[in-house]
């Protein structure tokens, strides 16, 4: 297969490296996570189901921003309606109505929403849900499953260790430049324990001001477990919350727990809510939300309308468009294409997760994992598809792009099965991607 030229790329990276800490704003964007030297870095413009990168190649593309597009890249419907607030005015000197009118619009559709707050983002907005939960409750701690963000409330529980392991709860990253006093504050619970879960819960007690979950990532919760976890949580007097940033939207507008059936007091959205354009969300009930109207959470560019526009603008083309529907049977085609190519190859592959976020797993040995999956990024790579092993489709994608994609994974699995046969090295190009964190849910 014939490696696109990323000269570009990569001579643009280096100079990133001398004056940009981490070299990008976003970990999951770093060369390290994909097939270095074959991966694009630096896009010059997206449109639909593609981007295209500085150095003039063209790439179909799965990542879709780490799922935050949910329409396509520069979606007309979106951009018309934030063209038009632009004109304007993007931000005022006092409210705009916008406020109002999306807050209703998530009232109406997520389950757990009473009262709305408004965020840039989906950590920002996972640390004004911690915050407003501890002022509820007047509670400190926080037990938690998944992962939710950057601030210091969250990174703090890596001073403790998984409990599982004896290792960092986020596997690679330490704890540098958070407070050590808040060491104790943010405690992980394994997702599916629940003997785990009551252990922590009865060792602090009335010191837990939340609890607070990915709901669910690529695939389903043991039935029931949802529900014993809010049980357990408000019997002891703390609020449930739902961290939706990554499984909202694309399952239901209503996001995962309109389809699970299960109520949290608070919830937590960003990303695909507009498509791209800087938004969070935190909603939850009256008696859980009222008392932030008494704590100090403020910032400027929250009342900025552009976010406001894009995301009424992404859940009216969910709604019109019966989105649910769509995702759900495009993941089966894409899933069933693939399957088949999976179950027809030499390699112990399969295509798992739910229809929305579709997985490509690797039932090799462990040791193997991470050279099945670097390979099979480079490969993919070098056919023009960028990449992990997740699907996140947009609704900008056809039934061509699934064809395209079940080809090059067809002869991407031959080039892993000779590896395996023989040497990885003999086949890997790319040194072996690393993941940024290890999640707590599956």
């Known amino acids: 297969m014939k490696k696109h030229s990323i000269q570009k790329s990569l001579d643009l990276y280096k100079q990133a490296e001398k004056i940009i800490p981490g070299k990008t704003q976003l970990i999951s964007k770093r060369s390290s996570q994909f097939a270095h030297g074959f991966n694009p870095l630096y896009a010059e413009s997206s449109k639909g189901g593609y981007f295209v990168d500085v150095d003039g190649n063209r790439y179909l593309d799965w990542m879709n921003c780490v799922s935050a597009i949910i329409l396509g890249h520069s ?111 943010a405690i992980p619970f394994t997702y599916g324990d629940l003997n785990q879960l009551k252990s922590l819960l009865d060792e602090h007690g009335d010191e837990v001001a939340a609890v607070m979950m990915e709901p669910m990532r690529s695939d389903y919760s043991v039935t029931g477990y949802l529900e014993e976890v809010k049980s357990m949580t408000n019997k002891n007097g703390s609020l449930f919350i739902f961290d939706e940033v990554s499984s909202g939207w694309r399952m239901s507008v209503g996001g995962a727990q309109k389809r699970l059936g299960v109520t949290p007091d608070m919830s937590v959205f960003a990303k695909a809510m507009s498509n791209g354009y800087p938004m969070g969300a935190v909603v939850g009930s009256y008696e859980a939300m009222e008392p932030a109207d008494r704590m ?147």
């Open 75 to 185: 979606h007309s419907y979106v951009n018309n309606a934030v063209k038009n607030q632009i004109d304007k005015g993007s931000i005022h000197t006092i409210n705009h109505s916008l406020e109002i009118e999306l807050a209703e619009i998530l009232i109406n559709e997520i389950p757990s929403a009473e009262m709305v707050r408004y965020a840039k983002g989906g950590g920002d907005a996972c640390a004004v849900a911690v915050r407003i939960a501890r002022g509820t409750t007047g509670r400190d701690k926080i037990l938690f499953s998944g992962y939710h963000g950057w601030h210091d409330w969250y990174q703090s529980a890596n001073y403790l260790v998984n409990p599982e392991d004896g290792r960092f709860p986020f596997a690679g990253i330490e704890p540098i430049g958070v407070p050590k006093v808040l060491k104790g504050t």
């Open 296 to 442: 100090f959470v403020s910032s400027t560019y929250w009342t900025d309308t552009i976010g406001l526009a894009a995301s009424k603008a992404t859940i009216e083309y969910l709604l019109k468009n019966n989105s649910e529907k769509w995702f759900d049977d495009y993941g089966k085609e894409l899933k069933s294409k693939i399957s088949e190519i999976c179950s027809n190859s030499n390699v112990d592959v399969e295509m798992a997760g739910i229809n929305s976020c579709p997985v490509i797993q690797f039932n090799v040995d462990n040791e193997l994992i991470p050279f099945a999956k670097t390979l099979f990024v480079q490969e993919m790579a070098k056919q023009g598809i960028h990449m992990t092993t997740v699907f996140h489709p947009n609704m900008s994608h056809n039934k061509e792009d699934i064809t395209i994609t079940a080809n090059a994974i067809e002869k991407t699995l031959k080039v892993i099965e000779k590896a395996m046969n023989s040497n990885f090295e003999d086949f890997l190009e790319a040194p072996i991607l690393t993941e940024p964190f290890r999640r707590l849910v599956r």
